[in-house]
């Protein structure tokens, strides 16, 4: 609960993983990679319910061991590659209104795969929406490349012009831009029922460090989460 405001935290986990399979529950340091969200979503004063959408019996498993609630299996129909997480959030959303007639005011998207948020992150975000009454709150990290200074693209013709147009001398003088780093996303209810994006007119960032947003997508990237979290224990 937040300032009277009830929060949902959902996260979702497939079974299908390309670029490493079985990256959900393998072993970031001495815990399945799944379990270092559900702490920090359980940590979260902000948060009232946490909830793992998954398809994956063994995914399921270890989510509740961990102390998530697991109240349903994910239709295999938005467990594909192609499915969208927001229709994911919308169905785990309809489900527990039909099914236990309850609702919620806010909800928070964790994904598995960032790992090493910290729970201010999480309790910062809740309270940026609330605060400023915007319509999304979502993480993001500095960009490493920015589109008005050294990003190139290619024309019909093979022509290599900037992305954005703009004369700056300097990454520095360029405007401040940004990679959402899937790691935190907050919205009220209604507006993500309503708008089923991200984006909305009226949204917010909470801005984390790198070393804060690593997405885990192949084994390299969780080789260097390794690091990192090895890296945290002896500091």
Not at 18 to 27: A, D, S, T, V
Not at 95 to 109: A, G, H, N, P, S
């Amino acid at each position: 609960m937040y300032k009277n405001f009830s929060v949902l935290c959902i996260i979702p986990a497939r079974r299908s993983s390309k670029g490493l399979p079985g990256k959900n529950i393998r072993l970031l340091g001495d815990k399945p990679l799944i379990a270092h969200t559900i702490g920090q979503a359980k940590a979260s004063r902000s948060i009232d319910r946490v909830i793992v959408s998954t398809d994956s019996p063994q995914i399921a498993a270890a989510a509740r061991a961990w102390g998530a609630e697991v109240p349903f299996r994910r239709p295999a129909r938005l467990a594909r590659d192609g499915s969208g997480t927001i229709d994911v959030l919308l169905h785990a959303l309809d489900w527990v209104k039909r099914r236990e007639r309850r609702t919620y005011d806010i909800v928070v998207l964790l994904h598995a795969t960032t790992p090493l948020r910290a729970v201010a992150d999480i309790e910062e975000s809740v309270a940026l929406l609330v605060k400023k009454r915007a319509d999304s709150v979502f993480s993001v990290t500095d960009a490493h490349r920015n589109p008005y200074f050294n990003m190139v693209e290619a024309d019909a013709s093979g022509r290599l012009a900037p992305v954005k147009p703009g004369r700056f001398k300097t990454r520095q003088s360029a405007p401040r831009v940004y990679d959402m780093n899937s790691s935190i996303y907050v919205w009220w209810s209604r507006t993500l029922q309503n708008g089923k994006r991200t984006l909305q007119p009226k949204s917010a960032i909470h801005l984390m460090p790198k070393d804060r947003s690593v997405d885990i997508d192949d084994a390299m990237d969780f080789a260097f989460a390794e690091f990192l979290l090895k890296r945290k224990k002896k500091s």
